[in-house]
């Protein structure tokens, strides 16, 4: 009975871990003559999911602080340069591999950046 017990705790531990993962596909609308997106993208309904597992780390304790309710004033402007995600510092982070995101999910915090890094 211990075992069997033991043995759902860590299932349940290996459950939940694996529930904080973001699952959400996000596909822009993009213009067809040249491919460029033309939806609003927002912090608020857009990259703000992308980011919820991040405040695991980004908790305060850590710059920059992505917990719910700070996240979008301790990334705007300190690591996001508004119009230009080429020269952003979290762009840049992200797009040397930290925490894998993968290329769709780049891609929209790029055009997010791009936009404008609306709220």
Same mark, same amino acid.
């Given at each position: 009975?211990?075992?069997?017990?033991?043995?759902?705790?860590? &299932?349940? &531990?290996?459950?939940?871990?694996?529930?904080?993962? !973001?699952?959400?596909?996000? %596909?822009?609308?993009?213009?067809?003559?040249?491919?460029?997106?033309?939806?609003?993208?927002? !912090?608020? *309904?857009?990259?703000?999911?992308?980011?919820?597992?991040?405040?695991?780390?980004?908790?305060?304790?850590?710059?920059?602080?992505?917990? %719910?309710?700070?996240?979008?004033?301790?990334?705007?402007?300190? !690591?996001?340069? /508004?119009?230009?995600?080429?020269?952003?510092?979290?762009?840049? @982070?992200?797009? %040397?591999?930290? #925490? *894998?995101?993968? /290329?769709?999910?780049? %891609?929209?915090? @790029?055009?997010?950046?791009? #936009?404008?890094?609306?709220?």
């Amino acid at each position: 009975m211990k075992k069997l017990f033991q043995t759902l705790v860590i &299932i349940g &531990i290996c459950l939940s871990l694996d529930s904080c993962y !973001y699952d959400s596909i996000y %596909e822009p609308i993009t213009d067809d003559n040249d491919g460029s997106a033309i939806e609003e993208v927002t !912090y608020n *309904n857009d990259i703000a999911p992308i980011f919820g597992f991040c405040s695991n780390c980004h908790d305060g304790g850590q710059n920059p602080d992505l917990r %719910e309710g700070n996240a979008y004033n301790s990334l705007v402007p300190t !690591y996001v340069t /508004a119009f230009d995600a080429e020269v952003s510092p979290l762009y840049l @982070k992200l797009i %040397e591999g930290h #925490q *894998n995101l993968p /290329a769709i999910r780049l %891609e929209l915090v @790029k055009t997010w950046i791009d #936009q404008g890094a609306k709220e």
